[in-house]
């Protein structure tokens, strides 16, 4: 049977926790951030865990992770 290709968005965007998870970035930091308080952006930089009902689909796109 052929490799799995991962799909390299999915790649740049989900990492693999110990525990068999994924974590995930968020959103809302790259730009127009005059007008977001310190608090705001400080807890932005923080990572996440990401839904169980997306995990079954980050899971199919990353077979190998």
Request: proline residues 3%; positive net charge.
């Amino acid at each position: 049977m052929p490799k799995l290709k991962s799909n390299r968005g999915a790649a740049k965007r989900f990492r693999r926790t110990a525990k068999g998870g994924y974590k995930r970035g968020q959103s809302f930091r790259s730009h127009i951030l005059t007008k977001k308080s310190a608090k705001r952006k400080r807890q932005l930089g923080a990572t996440l865990q990401i839904a169980d009902a997306d995990v079954k689909a980050v899971r199919r796109m990353l077979p190998y992770s």
